[in-house]
């Protein structure tokens, strides 16, 4: 760039700066290194102060960069002071940076870092007759590598080989500063060890200056080796740490004789029981895994047939109760390995019930009944009888037999240790005897109003099972239900209620015969304008009787006196004397001229006759 119209300015100050260097200082401070990650801006800091004088006037700041491969050469990238400031062209950082200036320091930014950016970077400061001085600051740049590629040996690898072996290969590619790698065995840093492990790093820098790492590990195997699994990890600088990345895992095939076989039940778990299909699955420790050979030890060995080194059973029976072996050859020795199993069948029985089928007895008769069931563990045995346990143990007592007694008794047998063996076994049991009719001995009565629907219900009991009839006499009926079971009859029949009603239901067998009465009293209807409520309705009733009767004793006895004070006199052509002494219920009855079924026919008998009083006559009318 050309210098502008004041550059004389510029070179007379900087020949006025050396000739009082001698005795003036500049002190500037940076920081010896700076990190940044690829792609990030760059702030480099540069702080000066003036150690004899105060701030001159003009100060003149300049930034240069250290060329690469140049021995040492710099190039000025920036230059300015408190007035002015100027980006150098035609340099690696046109563009590219800015600075700011404040009476302390300066500060560059540079944008968009790239690697061709870890160098170092000047910081000049003239202070003219104040001194001089310069900082540097060497800025390194980073950026991690690709995620780390492992890739294992697909091949077996034999532990009978003498040296290491292949076993992974690792890259880490594109990283800036190199990265490391390290290899882990079960999560567990592997070191080269003479003869056992060895570890070959490659180094390559690409083109675009980044670094790309690979490493071979060769280790020699063993036996325990089968499971491992290995993983390279690469390591790489980041501003201000150290990260880490990890590679998948990889598990080799590890190739070595056979020394011992296992022989096992894979299925069923538990106890075997009749039925079950058995699988037997011999595993040897050899790989490749040598041929293996079942055998049934009975009387003369029997070489039983395989598939993928399981023995299938199916549908085992106690007849396959027995020793099983698995044999098979270790090739490098040339000796039989075997392994040998007992294999137990269990099984149940079918139940026997004694008696079988079904047994009769008489009311009040006792009973036992025996279920039993050959096993070859102990058993459990439980009664039940409509689905609720009535018995414990392989004995059911049945005692004083009633109609209750009567039905079918289920025995289970179950295996507490083999849940899947049950068996069960039943037996029917027939009471006999005369019907017995549901609460025979206890009379039904009950009020109902006049015109009412009842039902009537009666159940019977017994056997031979009984019939059951209904005698209602003077009224119609209507049978609503009728159902029989094996030892109960039960029948509803409607009836509607005109008047006191007797009935009678009959239960009949040819055992005998027992009746059940039911008394209804009828209850007159009363008609009243408010809605009608049974509780409501016989309350007003008997309210307004007692009123009445009240009123009708008060009017006799207002009567009765004024006759005796001789204040009203009595015709034989109208009613008879009230006074008369041999008159009669049934004459006073006669000459009132009423119906004998009203009001005033009831309350004059109570007066007249029975000499009654309210209360006594409300208790003739409740009956």
């Given at each position: 760039?050309?210098?502008?119209?004041?550059?004389?300015?510029?070179?007379?100050?900087?020949?006025?700066?050396?000739?009082?260097n001698?005795?003036?200082?500049?002190?500037?401070?940076?920081?010896?290194?700076?990190?940044?990650?690829?792609?990030?801006?760059?702030?480099?800091?540069?702080?000066?102060?003036?150690?004899?004088?105060?701030?001159?006037?003009?100060?003149?700041?300049?930034?240069?960069?250290?060329?690469?491969?140049?021995?040492?050469?710099?190039?000025?990238?920036?230059?300015?002071?408190?007035?002015?400031?100027?980006?150098?062209?035609?340099?690696?950082?046109?563009?590219r940076?800015?600075?700011?200036?404040?009476?302390?320091?300066?500060?560059?930014?540079?944008?968009?870092?790239?690697?061709?950016?870890?160098?170092?970077?000047?910081?000049?400061?003239?202070?003219?007759?104040?001194?001089?001085?310069?900082?540097?600051?060497?800025?390194?740049?980073?950026?991690?590598?690709?995620?780390?590629?492992?890739?294992?040996?697909?091949?077996?690898?034999?532990?009978?080989?003498?040296?290491?072996?292949?076993?992974?290969?690792?890259?880490?590619?594109?990283?800036?500063?190199?990265?490391?790698?390290?290899?882990?065995?079960?999560?567990?840093?592997?070191?080269?060890?003479?003869?056992?492990?060895?570890i070959?790093?490659?180094?390559?820098?690409?083109?675009?200056?980044?670094?790309?790492?690979?490493?071979?590990?060769?280790?020699?195997?063993?036996?325990?080796?089968?499971?491992?699994?290995?993983?390279c990890?690469?390591?790489?600088?980041?501003?201000?740490?150290?990260?880490?990345?990890?590679?998948?895992?990889?598990?080799?095939?590890?190739?070595?004789?056979?020394?011992?076989?296992e022989?096992?039940?894979?299925?069923?778990?538990?106890?075997?029981?009749?039925?079950?299909?058995?699988?037997?699955?011999?595993?040897?420790?050899?790989?490749?895994?040598?041929p293996?050979?079942?055998?049934?030890?009975?009387?003369?060995?029997?070489?039983?047939?395989?598939?993928?080194?399981?023995?299938?059973?199916?549908?085992?029976?106690?007849?396959?109760?027995?020793?099983?072996?698995?044999?098979?050859?270790?090739?490098?020795?040339?000796?039989e390995?075997?392994?040998?199993?007992?294999?137990?069948?269990?099984?149940?029985?079918?139940?026997?019930?004694?008696?079988?089928?079904?047994?009769?007895?008489?009311?009040?008769?006792?009973?036992?009944?025996?279920c039993?069931?050959?096993?070859?563990?102990?058993?459990?045995?439980?009664?039940?009888?409509?689905g609720?346990?009535?018995?414990?143990?392989?004995?059911?007592?049945?005692?004083?037999?009633?109609?209750?007694?009567?039905?079918?008794?289920?025995?289970?047998?179950?295996?507490?240790?083999?849940?899947?063996?049950?068996?069960?076994?039943?037996?029917?049991?027939?009471?006999?005897?005369?019907?017995?009719?549901?609460?025979?001995?206890?009379?039904?009565?009950?009020?109902?109003?006049?015109?009412?629907?009842?039902?009537?219900?009666?159940?019977?009991?017994g056997?031979?099972?009984?019939?059951?009839?209904?005698?209602?006499?003077?009224?119609?009926?209507?049978?609503?239900?009728?159902?029989?079971?094996?030892?109960?009859?039960?029948?509803?029949?409607?009836?509607?209620?005109?008047?006191?009603?007797?009935?009678?239901?009959?239960?009949?067998?040819?055992?005998?015969?027992?009746?059940?009465?039911?008394?209804?009293k009828?209850?007159?209807m009363?008609?009243?304008?408010?809605p009608?409520?049974?509780?409501?309705?016989?309350?007003?009733?008997?309210?307004?009787?007692?009123?009445?009767?009240?009123?009708?004793?008060?009017?006799?006895?207002?009567?009765?006196?004024?006759?005796?004070?001789?204040?009203?006199?009595?015709?034989?052509?109208?009613?008879?004397?009230?006074?008369?002494e041999?008159?009669?219920k049934?004459?006073?009855?006669?000459?009132?001229?009423?119906?004998?079924?009203?009001?005033?026919?009831?309350?004059?008998?109570?007066?007249?006759?029975?000499?009654?009083?309210?209360?006594?006559?409300?208790?003739?009318?409740?009956?």
């Open positions: 760039m050309a210098f502008p119209k004041n550059s004389f300015i510029w070179l007379a100050l900087k020949i006025i700066s050396l000739s009082w001698v005795w003036a200082k500049v002190d500037v401070t940076m920081m010896e290194n700076m990190e940044v990650s690829l792609g990030d801006s760059a702030e480099i800091p540069c702080q000066y102060s003036f150690s004899d004088h105060e701030r001159p006037g003009i100060v003149l700041i300049q930034w240069f960069v250290k060329l690469q491969g140049s021995g040492g050469k710099r190039q000025r990238i920036f230059y300015g002071d408190d007035s002015q400031q100027m980006v150098d062209e035609n340099t690696d950082y046109s563009g940076i800015t600075v700011a200036q404040d009476e302390q320091g300066s500060l560059l930014t540079i944008e968009d870092v790239s690697l061709p950016d870890e160098r170092e970077f000047f910081c000049q400061v003239n202070g003219i007759a104040a001194g001089n001085g310069e900082g540097k600051t060497y800025l390194r740049v980073f950026d991690p590598p690709e995620s780390p590629v492992i890739e294992g040996v697909l091949d077996g690898i034999s532990v009978t080989k003498d040296l290491p072996s292949k076993v992974a290969s690792c890259e880490a590619r594109n990283g800036f500063p190199r990265p490391n790698i390290t290899w882990y065995r079960d999560n567990i840093p592997i070191v080269p060890a003479q003869g056992l492990v060895k070959v790093t490659l180094v390559t820098r690409e083109s675009n200056d980044f670094y790309s790492v690979q490493s071979e590990l060769q280790y020699k195997v063993t036996k325990e080796d089968k499971d491992t699994s290995f993983s990890e690469v390591s790489f600088l980041v501003p201000g740490n150290v990260e880490t990345a990890r590679s998948r895992e990889v598990n080799i095939t590890v190739h070595y004789p056979t020394t011992v076989v022989l096992w039940k894979e299925s069923p778990q538990g106890l075997v029981k009749e039925g079950d299909t058995v699988e037997l699955r011999c595993q040897g420790d050899g790989n490749p895994p040598s293996l050979t079942f055998i049934r030890e009975q009387g003369l060995d029997e070489v039983l047939d395989v598939t993928d080194d399981v023995l299938v059973l199916t549908g085992v029976t106690r007849a396959d109760s027995g020793v099983y072996q698995c044999q098979t050859l270790n090739l490098d020795s040339v000796s390995v075997s392994d040998d199993i007992q294999l137990t069948v269990h099984y149940l029985d079918p139940a026997v019930v004694v008696p079988k089928d079904s047994e009769i007895m008489y009311k009040g008769e006792s009973l036992t009944a025996t039993n069931a050959l096993s070859s563990l102990e058993t459990s045995t439980v009664w039940l009888k409509n609720h346990q009535v018995g414990l143990g392989h004995i059911l007592l049945l005692q004083d037999a009633t109609y209750d007694t009567a039905g079918e008794y289920v025995c289970e047998v179950t295996v507490p240790s083999l849940p899947g063996l049950h068996t069960t076994g039943s037996v029917h049991i027939i009471v006999q005897g005369a019907p017995q009719v549901k609460d025979a001995d206890r009379e039904e009565a009950m009020d109902e109003a006049v015109g009412k629907l009842v039902n009537l219900s009666c159940e019977a009991h056997f031979p099972l009984p019939s059951i009839t209904w005698h209602i006499p003077g009224n119609q009926f209507t049978e609503v239900l009728s159902r029989k079971t094996d030892h109960s009859a039960h029948s509803v029949v409607s009836v509607k209620v005109t008047s006191d009603i007797i009935a009678l239901c009959n239960a009949t067998s040819d055992m005998g015969t027992e009746m059940k009465s039911f008394s209804i009828s209850i007159p009363v008609t009243s304008t408010a009608y409520s049974p509780a409501e309705g016989s309350g007003v009733i008997i309210v307004v009787i007692i009123i009445c009767i009240l009123l009708l004793a008060i009017l006799v006895s207002v009567l009765y006196f004024l006759h005796k004070k001789g204040k009203i006199p009595c015709g034989r052509s109208g009613k008879q004397e009230i006074t008369k041999n008159t009669t049934d004459d006073i009855v006669v000459e009132m001229k009423t119906d004998a079924k009203t009001e005033e026919a009831v309350l004059l008998k109570g007066v007249n006759g029975d000499k009654k009083g309210p209360s006594d006559q409300y208790m003739d009318l409740r009956k």
